[in-house]
Nanobody, 115 residues
């Protein structure tokens, strides 16, 4: 299983970015998929998840600003991030959790929100 994130970079406060997580070796529709992030000096934290059934869940800090979605045909999961704040700066990781509760991680991608 391989998860490859893309779409990160530098953005000004109030701006938007869309992260993508392309999966291979598994299908995003057969896993619970999630986005996590880790800021310098902090623990990795949950950002958003989407279940196999399509239900979504968000950290309080991103509710109303971030949206997780998936495209089964492209075997890709997305994280649309709007109204970005400096405190959203972190390395963002894609995660897949199989029906056997095996977790797979992407390599991570940097998101920096700064003027």
């Amino acid at each position: 299983v391989q998860l490859v994130e893309s779409g990160g970079g530098l953005v000004q406060p109030g701006g938007s970015l869309r992260l993508s997580c392309a999966a291979s070796g598994t299908s995003v529709s057969s896993n619970a998929m999630g986005w996590y992030r880790q800021a310098p000096g902090k623990q990795r934290e949950l950002v958003a998840t989407i279940t196999r059934g399509g239900s979504t869940n968000y950290a309080d800090s991103v509710k109303g600003r971030f949206t997780i979605s998936r495209d089964n045909a492209k075997n890709t999961v997305y994280l649309q991030m709007d109204s970005l704040k400096a405190q959203d700066t972190a390395v963002y990781y894609c995660q897949a959790t199989s029906v056997y509760n095996i977790r797979y991680w992407g390599q991570g991608i940097q998101v920096t929100v700064s003027s």
